[in-house]
């Protein structure tokens, strides 16, 4: 009997800053956890899945539970150093989680993480993290170029695509492969757009950015 799929969505959309000022715009977790579900219920196979709110504990947790597949859903961003950070969550508030202590966390779980099949790590400009991940023995990883946003859309329509590919019996590669023809058939029928915020480069704090104005730079 094949064993059944664990898969393990770990997601953070903090509504408040380390300040308790209002935090970033919001994150449809909620759409794209429906579709995995309707996604895994409809293949009619034997799957376990567990979605969380994703704090430093439960990113430790996930790692300790080995899943056959860890999903991250969050914010990602790059300082003015060109510091990669996770934007995690505890009670409503933004946990930052810089790329140095990304890398103590899986430097300390290294003998489990080469159990995971896949991680799938849906957060703008998630390269670091990704080769991170690959670089402590995770099989298959999917991540976001280091020097590219992407839209709540885009990523929930690549991710529902991918995992039906991958319940269909596709490899990794296939069913990337496959995600990404019809992502780009999105964007040809201008199904949505993106835009560039000021952290996809780096400069002075002081120093006029156009792009604070979420001016529109291109499609998806």
């Given at each position: ?41 409809d293949s009619k196979q034997e799957y ?93 990883v999917i991540y976001i170029h280091g ?74």
């Amino acid at each position: 009997k094949k064993e059944a799929m664990y898969f393990y969505y770990l997601y953070a959309s903090p509504i408040l800053t380390e300040d308790l000022e209002e935090s970033y715009k919001p994150i449809n977790y909620h759409f794209e956890m429906k579709n995995i579900i309707k996604i895994f219920d409809d293949s009619k196979q034997e799957y376990n899945c567990l979605f969380e709110c994703a704090n430093e504990k439960k990113f430790r947790d996930a790692l300790t539970k080995q899943p056959t597949i860890l999903h991250i859903s969050s914010h990602g961003y790059m300082d003015e150093k060109r510091e990669y950070y996770l934007h995690l969550e505890e009670k409503g508030v933004i946990q930052k989680i810089y790329q140095k202590r990304l890398k103590e966390i899986l430097s300390a779980f290294s003998s489990k993480l080469k159990n995971i099949d896949l991680v799938f790590v849906s957060t703008c400009y998630s390269q670091i993290l990704g080769k991170l991940f690959l670089e402590f023995g995770i099989k298959n990883v999917i991540y976001i170029h280091g020097m590219t946003p992407v839209s709540d859309l885009a990523a929930a329509r690549f991710s529902s695509n991918f995992y039906t590919e991958i319940i269909r019996g596709n490899s990794v590669q296939e069913a990337f492969n496959k995600a990404q023809l019809l992502l780009q058939h999105d964007r040809e029928k201008q199904f949505f757009h993106i835009t560039q915020c000021c952290c996809s480069h780096w400069h002075n704090s002081k120093t006029f950015c156009p792009l604070k104005k979420n001016k529109t730079v291109g499609k998806l």
